[in-house]
């Protein structure tokens, strides 16, 4: 390995440890109440070191928000493969449901990220580049479903709405149900309702995407 290859290697470990730190002080404290001196302690840095990676706290929330979307994406493109198992439309649009799921159970803090970034102040604070990177990762995962709801209007399956509304309908579904069932978390732990509410609403969104006779 040459030294350029070592120093590059060197970075990404680097940048893979403040991003670990940072994902625990957000989990301990929230976003609002952390600040890169909390990060830079937990992951025994400088806070100059911190700077030399991300120019503040936003943007390291962002790329943690990157990451888990580059793997909800992974697993919807893995899904519009399916055509060679005979999955239709209509058994893709049920398997979203189990997707979306399965990767808020992979790391909940990191999807909940998402939804907090896409709705908040933070998008202002961003570099062009790392904008620029959102919104190429959010157009896969909406383009994604796009590509199952035409495939099911082409077959007389599905109604004739507007592609990117109808994605843009699911995405708010699926966050919206999200972000409220885990509030209700925080007041009583008890009250983890979220999957079973999460089918609920994908049963009524996939009825009424669905065509009628007459």
Known sequence: MGIQERREREKRIRRQQIMVAAKNVFSDKGFNRTTMEDIANRAELSPGTLYLYFKNKEELYASLSIDIMEYLVERLEN?????????????????????????????????????????????KNLSPELLSEIENISRRAIGAFVKIYIEGRDKGIFIDKHPIALADILWSLFSGVLLWEESKKIINKDKDFIEETLRIAFEVFIRGLKKTDG
Do not use: C, R, W
């Open 79 to 123: 899904l519009l493969g399916q055509n060679d198992l005979g999955m239709g439309p209509e058994q893709k649009v049920d398997a979203l449901m189990d997707v979306l799921f399965n990767v808020y159970e992979h790391d909940p803090l990191l999807i909940i990220n998402v939804f907090h970034l896409q709705s908040s102040e933070t998008l």
